[in-house]
């Protein structure tokens, strides 16, 4: 099982940012999949993730409006697109696999992660 994040960089404050998922090797299409970031030495913060079929999304009151969560279950890929980054968007940014959703909560029940992408926001 893989779950490989990509695109994590250095953005200005205001700046956009895309980053890439890559999964392989299990049942892509049976998983929600999401997105966690943590700063380190403070809890993990999942901020977003999308259903498995009719691509339901939920996204934490700290990125909605700003984050787009998007998959394609052809391509084992889902992509997060981040714009007006702030500087509290700093962390390094984890997608994970989950076995459950809720339109109110997010997912839940993790399954497999990633190793991470770092995002850095700053002048």
């Known amino acids: 099982v893989q779950l490989v994040e990509s695109g994590g960089r250095l953005v200005q404050p205001g700046g956009s940012l895309r980053l890439s998922c890559a999964a392989s090797g299990f049942s892509f299409g049976d998983y929600v999949i999401g997105w966690f970031r943590q700063v380190s030495g403070k809890d993990r913060e999942a901020f977003s993730c999308?259903?498995?079929?009719?691509?339901?999304?939920w996204y934490s009151d700290s990125v909605k409006g700003r984050f787009t969560i998007s998959r394609d279950n052809v391509n084992h890929t889902v992509n997060l697109e981040m714009s007006m980054l702030k500087s509290e968007d700093t962390a390094d940014y984890y997608c994970?696999?989950?076995?459950?959703?809720?339109?109110?909560?997010?997912?839940?029940?993790?399954?497999?992660w990633g190793k991470g992408t770092p995002v850095a926001v700053s002048a």
């Open positions: 999308i259903d498995r079929d009719d691509g339901e999304t």
């Open positions: 994970a696999a989950y076995s459950r959703f809720s339109p109110y909560v997010g997912c839940y029940s993790m399954k497999y």
